[in-house]
Structure formats: C-alpha cells, structure tokens
C-alpha cells in the first residue's frame, strides 16, 4: 500500500506517516513534506521518483501527471483499469493526505494581487478531488483533526470503514468548495455573480435555535474582518443563536455614532438607545427609555466601560453587554456574574452585503449604509437647530427598528420606539404613548396619510422627519402646517424586515 502525503500544515503529519510507515504503507511525498519527514527519520519517497519528473515552474506542476492520478483514481474492481495502470507501471494509491496552501489567510495579507495567486493551489485540490471521487478505494483526508480516527479505525491490513471514507470525502468537497468559492469572489469581486458561492467556516454548533426545537450552528467568513466573527468573549455562558443576533443588531447601532453611545436591544429590536457624557450617563438615560424591556436584554457601548457602569449594569438581569473595552475594575464587577456574557468587540460592522433566507433560495442586497440624501424643509416651520439633532439621532436608531418604525426622541434618547406593526399609524401610536413629552418624531418611510402628523400634534410634537415620497405628501405638510409642526425629508427610506 502507498500513501501520497503533500500538507502544507504539518501538525500531527509525521506522527500519522510514522504510524502507516509502521504498518508497511510506502510514503510518497512532494517539495517541503518530503524534507520534513526526511528530518524525522520516517521513510519516504520523493514524488518525482514515481513521475520520473522533476517539479517545474517554481512547484506548479510536481504532482499532476498520470503516475499520481492514475494510482489515486483507478478503480480495484475495475478489471480494465487495473490492466491499464499494470501495463503503464503505474501503482495504485491507498492514502492521500493533503491540505491546501493557505489561500483564506494570505488573501487577507497586505499582498499583491500577483503574491495572492500564488497562493490558489492547482495541485493539492486535484489530488484530494481525485481521491474523494474514488473514496471506495482510496482514503483520503484533509484536516488533520482526522488523522486520530483513521489510526483508531484502521485494521491490519490497511481498511477503514465505508463509513469513514465517505465521511472523510465529504469534508473534502466541503473544504474544495469552500475555498473554489473563496478564489471566486477574489477574482470576480462582484456581490451578484451568475452562480452565488459563499465561503463560511463553522464557529460553532449552538445549544438550539430561536426555539428550543430548532437546531442552529454559527458560521464565520472564511476571510475577511467582520464584528461578529472578531469578537472576544471574556466571561460567561456560551453564546446563543439569539445571543448572537441580538449583538450585531446592538452593535451596529452604537457604531453609528461619535459620541458616547448606549443601546439596550430585545428580540432582535432596539427598545432603549441613548447619547451621553459617559457611559454611566448613556446606559441611565438608555435605561429610562424602557426600564422594563431592558430586564433580560442586550447592552452595546461604542466606548470604554468604567466600573461605575459596570456596578450599574449589574444591578439587573442583563444577557450580554458588548464593548469594544473595559477598565480593569469594570471586568472585576461584570466577572462576577457568571452567565453574564461579557464580549470585547473589535472590529466595527464591515460587511457590504447581508443575506436572508426564503424557501428555496436567498436574497442578497448591499447593506443600508446611508442615512439621509439632503434635509428638505417641507414646512412654513423650520426645525430649529436642536430639533434637527435630535431627528438625525432618531434616524440613525429608526434604521435598525423594524418596519413599520417611528421612533420619538428626547435629549437624544429614544424614549418612544415602536416597531414591526402593518400600518404606520399603530406604530406612530405606540411610540407616541411611550414617549411621553418628546418633542421629535422620526419614520423610516414616508406617511401614506396625514393620520400620524395629526396623531404627533395631539402629543405636542414639535418637529417630524421622514423621507418623503407618498403620493399625499401634501396632505402631511398641510397638516403639519395646520398644527405649526416642522418636517423635513430626507429622501432615503429605510425598511427593515
């Protein structure tokens, strides 16, 4: 029996190669392999010594000839292959072990294009595609976390089981596929190619999904930055499916603001966000929003934890809190709840595309990165410039409520949210009643009707924002008009379902 070995990762290889070495398997190897286990002392056979060729164009080409593949992909119960390879001296293959050259690593390196080429590999997936198509014959592997079940299954005389081989062949067109389609979208940089491949490695297999009968796992970019890829988790139980959601939806609310931030998220939904001077100052005001939805919920900050936060945060229920630091103290406070999942974020939101599921397909769309087109006073009222900070903070919070969504706002704190209802006048309803006193109302598409400007003014609204672009605009200005209300659009509507 032959065991053609080519890694590029050599963890565990010369143990595994000394193990079927032990066992009577013959070693080929290639380039730097071959010298590794020559330095461990394990037997070996360079591969040119089978092709009877040296490798050529700098170690493109050493393992792509008949002498390899005709070994790797005959078929022993084939009598007509098995009198071909025997006529052309060519030996059959039994174990390909190999992984590929680190293209999801060095993609993401301050390389040249030219350097990043060079690391697409030709050879290793050939040979590995090879021997997973013939997984009856051939055990092929590619992740050296599975060296250990072969050497615990493998009988005396060199079988595993069907089982294992087709496992094992599995995981190499998982990983081919992985990386084809990591080169793809390299090469083609277009967000809607003819064939949608996508590139994520498995982070994790979660506990359940939304519900506790559904399954779920996390997965990753196999390259690339990204906030919920990079994040660290420094205390607490392990990360839920919702967990997980519910923090990229906090986080990038905070990321879009300067200032010191805080927002409070549940079910998917921002129920309390806020500017202050500090932190301790933004989660009170944050707090305040909805001091009752916040029990059992999410809390982002876009700057540095204290401990007078930290004590604060830790007189209620909270999830998760995620920032991207904390003083030392702060840690000491939060480390001694331990459910509480303290996560250190990294990277700010990065993404350009985001992806949802139907039935049978997905959808994919650019990432709604802008805020408004221009600020267009539609009113005999201008908004004063208090009113029109205000309306911005409320449009940057409104962009991740669900629509329906309108948003009251306070001193920079969205204390009236309402979100997800079919029609807007329910929703302009239910933030109006829960936010009391707010002078400010912000929605994320335009009013069908003028039933929520005259809703606004029973609740002494004082300035509306909003995109514009209904067929009854004038209704809502004449109304606005009535009432001595201001109203700017903005020209950019923000749906979110």
């Known amino acids: 029996m032959r065991a053609l070995v080519s890694t590029f990762y050599k963890d565990g290889i010369d143990e595994f190669c000394k193990f079927l070495s032990d066992r009577g398997v013959e070693i080929i190897s290639t380039g730097g392999t071959y010298k590794f286990l020559l330095e461990k002392g394990i037997p070996v056979v360079e591969v040119k010594e089978i092709t009877g060729f040296d490798e050529i164009l700098d170690g493109r080409v050493k393992t792509l000839h008949p002498n390899i593949h005709g070994g790797i992909l005959a078929i022993r119960d084939n009598e007509e292959h098995m009198n071909t390879i025997k006529e052309r001296g060519i030996g059959t293959i039994d174990f390909v072990v190999v992984n590929l050259y680190p293209f999801f690593e060095k993609v993401q390196e301050d390389l040249s294009f030219e350097e990043k080429i060079e690391f697409i590999d030709i050879g290793g997936p050939s040979m590995l595609r090879a021997a997973a198509k013939n997984f009856r014959d051939v055990v092929v592997l590619c992740d050296y976390n599975d060296y250990e079940i072969v050497m615990k ?12 081989r087709k496992y094992l062949a599995g995981k190499v067109f998982n990983l081919t596929s992985s990386y084809d389609a990591a080169i793809s979208n390299f090469l083609l940089d277009n967000p809607y190619p003819e064939y949608l491949s996508l590139s994520y490695k498995k982070e994790a297999e979660l506990r359940y999904g939304e519900n506790p009968h559904q399954t779920a796992a996390f997965y990753v970019k196999a390259f690339g930055e990204g906030a919920m890829k990079d994040f660290e988790k420094l205390s607490g139980k392990e990360l839920s499916y919702n967990n997980i959601k519910d923090m990229d939806v906090a986080w990038k609310v905070v990321c879009e603001f300067d200032e010191t931030a805080c927002c409070a998220v549940k079910h998917n939904t921002p129920c309390g966000v806020a500017i202050g001077e500090n932190t301790y100052d933004a989660f009170l005001k944050t707090f305040e929003c909805d001091p009752v939805s916040i029990f059992g919920g999410i809390v982002a900050f876009n700057k540095r934890v204290d401990k007078d936060t930290a004590q604060k ?8 809190i995620i920032a991207p630091e904390y003083d030392e103290d702060a840690l000491n406070v939060l480390f001694q709840k331990k459910n509480l999942r303290v996560i250190k974020a990294n990277v700010k939101p ?18 709604d990165d802008k805020l408004i087109d221009d600020l267009n006073v539609v009113t005999e009222k201008e908004p004063s410039r208090e009113e029109i900070d205000e309306m911005l903070f409320g449009m940057k919070v409104v962009k991740y409520v669900k629509s329906n969504a309108i948003v009251v706002v306070k001193d920079k704190k969205a204390v009236g949210i309402a979100s997800g209802q079919v029609n807007r006048i329910w929703a302009a309803c239910q933030a109006l009643e829960r936010g009391k006193g707010a002078a400010v109302l912000v929605s994320d598409a335009f009013f069908p009707f003028s039933d929520v400007v005259e809703e606004a003014a029973k609740n002494n ?36 379902h």
């Open 153 to 164: 299954e493998i009988d005396e005389k060199g079988n595993v089981s069907f089982e294992t």
């Open 313 to 320: 945060m830790a007189e209620i229920f909270l999830e998760v």
């Open 350 to 367: 990065v993404d350009k595309y985001e992806i949802i599921s139907v039935d049978g397909g997905i959808l994919i769309q650019s990432v």
């Open 461 to 496: 609204i004082k300035a509306i924002m909003q995109p514009g672009g209904s067929l009854k605009d004038k209704d809502s200005i004449e109304a606005c008009n009535k009432h001595g209300i201001s109203m700017v659009f903005t020209g950019v509507r923000h749906f979110k």
